[in-house]
């Protein structure tokens, strides 16, 4: 039925807006697609309002004065829109309005398009994409496929201000190609330009729209500049296979010679994934001119609730990680899990390998592989006249080193465990709070390459707890609330067997996690044995300007020295150190955290304290952390280290961070940093800057310099809301 406007001429015109009615508009667009009225009607319903509608002589239907057009999530405005039936056209005036949601916003000064706004010239025109980038392009041919055709375009994230009209970057082109059907742009004979200024030129260049994430192509460039390397360039090339899977390359190359290809693949399913990865260099810093590393990540759920992860790195040798600023820890492991956790049960069996970097430590005679299996079950007994909690653990676990050496060098250690704890908790008159345990653990133990221990034997230990707290209460007339609790903790422990080689913990501690704990050891190799007493008081306070502050002061007293302590230990007599920890914090960002073991001639004997303030746009944090030297903790030096970061924001966009750690007992800087950064709605420069210094664990000084320059708005990087005003 085109028919059915005929050329009558007809004009309607009130004092308000005038709404052509949905039947009305669909026959427009049932022209374009042959349906009926009321086909088009059931299926591109549309609604136009518009000062002044009528048709004219030649059968043109037009609507004009501030009009406006929807159809489902599309709106347009116009100054005025003319159907012409003959010509299966609509031919509208600007200032035009094409606003398709977040996907795209169109601006024009004239448009001939198809009714269904999929194809035709648009003149003028200025095209928002994901509302990051901008299109500005003399015109744009749109084809119903998809494509769309821009000529003479300017292309940018940036702002562009009356005051300043060249964006920070942009880039202009002959010509673009829009395929929104895979989101990707191709600019021909494009030019690339900073502030204005031409910098390079591509005769083809093709790169995601900034609603894609995943599109095959370059990544961003990494440059990095060190004293053992030179000048580094790599160049990331991200390849994907379908949505689940998809590989990254990293050719690397520097002014020293060295050259290295980085790779990565990772793959996704619908219970986890995982990630393989590594790189491959041939440099001169060594002996062995091919070097890398490799390393695996794993997640997965599988069935009746249980998960496995795994997370595994292996370098060729010591330095390689810290050399190429993969990792700086002196130390490195990797595991294995499967493991389930419930609100009253944990599985778990693990495996385990440690390497050191470290130049003095002999890996070989290290413990670097071990197994593990536990079983936890919680047993609720409220329902039964004894009361309380049943905790049950069994568990098997070995480690084992490589050398074969008899003694302490070569010795491997495996066992099986069984131990029982029951522990209730009442409360007494006066408002004194009771806990009483019982706990016993039977081990079987094997230990290989080491003939001090016979092969097998076994061991067991029960102990007996009794535990009082007593709180108290108060309120100031401030609003201040106190609370005081003495603690006293009585504990007997009874070992029966050989006590057996200690491999699994050998820094026992004294903090306030463990002041009232069953042993000291974090371990199951050394267990804790004797008459003692754990007592100690703690303070804690809050008050309504957002203040609150934490104190313990507490010590061990045992019948006898243990054995297992030395004497220069902080629990190596009857008398532990004074233990003295602290809490200050406050809902603005103030915060400072301390902690002192203090012996009875005053001396500390380990100290750590911890000072932070974050504010709007200010962070700052140190600390100081004191050990003394200790042959029984392997550690020959005394460590005296005080470290600071401090990084500030500023409106402008820029933002600089500094920092150091300093060896007190050497009086020499370990390790130094320093930051800048800048970011607007459209870029994103990031310089860093590393040194390491000569110290008693590092033998080798080195600098490292990076830099990164980030393009918003591209490939699915928003533009961040800095700087995005413009200033007059």
């Known amino acids: 039925m085109r028919g059915a406007l005929r050329p009558a001429q007809t004009t309607a015109k009130r004092n308000g807006k005038n709404r052509l009615s949905a039947v009305a508009l669909a026959v427009m667009l049932a022209c374009a697609s042959g349906l009926t009225p009321v086909q088009a009607t059931a299926q591109n319903t549309a609604t136009l309002m518009a000062d002044q509608v009528f048709v004219d002589a030649a059968g043109r239907l037009i609507a004009s004065g501030a009009v406006e057009v929807w159809q489902g999530s599309v709106r347009m405005t116009a100054s005025q829109v003319v159907f012409d039936e003959r010509r299966d056209l609509l031919d509208i005036s ?19 398009i198809s009714p269904d706004m999929r194809a035709g010239l648009i003149s003028g025109a200025r095209i928002v994409l994901q509302q990051q980038l901008q299109l500005t392009a003399a015109s744009v041919v749109r084809d119903p496929s998809g494509i769309s055709q821009l000529d003479q375009v300017v292309a940018s994230s940036c702002p562009v201000c009356a005051s300043n009209p060249n964006p920070l970057w942009e880039i202009r082109a002959e010509r673009v190609t829009h395929d929104q059907n895979t989101d990707q742009l191709t600019f021909d004979r494009a030019q690339f330009r900073v502030a204005g200024v031409p910098v390079f030129y591509m005769p083809r260049l093709r790169m995601p729209g900034p609603g894609l994430d995943r599109s095959r192509g370059i990544l961003r460039p990494v440059l990095r500049l060190s004293n053992a390397l030179g000048l580094t360039v790599g160049l990331p090339y991200f390849i994907p296979f379908g949505d689940a899977h998809d590989l990254t390359l990293t050719p690397a190359a520097s002014t020293a010679g060295m050259v290295s290809l980085g790779f990565r693949w990772r793959s996704a399913r619908e219970n986890g994934g995982f990630e393989i990865g590594g790189q491959i260099t041939h440099d001169q810093l060594t ?23 795994a997370d595994l790195i292996n370098p060729s040798d010591r330095t390689y990680l810290e050399t190429y600023d993969i990792t700086d820890d002196s130390r490195i492991s990797g595991h294995v899990t499967l493991e389930r956790v419930r609100r009253d049960q944990m599985i778990r069996t693990r495996a385990l390998a440690f390497h050191s970097l470290r130049a003095t430590d002999v890996n070989d005679e290290l413990p670097n592989r071990a197994l593990q299996a536990s079983l936890d079950q919680r047993i609720a007994l409220d329902h ?3 009361g309380g909690e049943l905790r049950l653990q069994l568990g098997a676990d070995g480690h084992f080193r490589r050398s074969g050496v008899d003694g302490v060098q070569g010795r491997d250690l495996a066992g099986a465990h069984a131990q029982l704890e029951w522990r209730r908790s009442g409360v007494l008159p006066g408002g004194v709070l009771a806990t009483g345990a019982l706990q016993t653990r039977i081990d079987h133990l094997r230990v290989k390459d080491d003939s001090a221990y016979p092969v097998p034997f076994n061991r067991s230990v029960a102990q007996a ?9 108060m309120t100031t007339a401030g609003g201040a609330r106190h609370v005081i609790e003495p603690i006293v903790q009585v504990i007997e422990s009874r070992n029966r067997g050989i006590l057996g080689p200690n491999d699994d913990n050998r820094m026992p501690e004294l903090d306030g996690g463990n002041l ?3 042993s000291r050891y974090s371990g199951r190799d050394a267990p804790d044995s004797g008459s003692r007493v754990n007592a100690g008081i703690n303070w804690s306070r809050y008050d309504a300007a957002g ?5 313990l002061l507490g010590r061990v007293w045992r019948r006898n020295a243990y054995a297992a302590f030395p004497h220069v230990q902080p629990l190596g007599t009857q008398r532990s150190d004074w233990l003295l920890a602290g809490r200050l914090r406050h809902g603005e960002g103030y915060s400072l955290a301390f902690q002192l073991l203090v012996d009875d001639a005053s001396t500390i004997s380990r100290a750590e304290t911890n000072m932070a303030w974050s504010g709007r746009a200010t962070t700052i944090s140190t600390s100081y952390l004191y050990m003394p030297a200790s042959t029984f903790e392997a550690r020959p030096n005394t460590l005296s280290e005080w470290s600071v970061d401090v990084s500030r924001r500023f409106d402008s966009g820029w933002a600089s961070s500094v920092g150091w750690e300093y060896d007190m007992a050497s009086g020499e800087f370990a390790a130094a940093r320093a930051g800048l950064e800048f970011s607007n709605a459209c870029l994103m420069v990031d310089l860093s800057f ?4 000569v110290t008693s664990t590092n033998p080798t000084a080195s600098t490292r310099y990076e830099l990164s320059v980030e393009l918003l708005g591209i490939g699915g990087r928003a533009p961040t809301s800095a700087g995005q005003t413009c200033r007059t």
């Open 94 to 112: 600007g200032p035009i309005t094409i606003d398709e949601g977040p996907q795209s916003l169109i601006l024009a000064d004239a448009a001939q």
């Open 287 to 309: 002996a062995d001119s091919l070097r890398g590393y490799g390393y695996m990540r794993a997640l997965f759920a599988l069935s009746n609730g249980f998960m496995l992860s």
């Open 384 to 386: 039964t006249p004894v």
């Open 465 to 473: 707890m009794i535990e009082l707290r007593w709180p108290l209460a």
């Open 516 to 518: 009232f704990a069953l």
């Open 547 to 551: 203040w609150s502050s934490e104190l």
């Open 690 to 693: 590393a040194r390491r210094f």
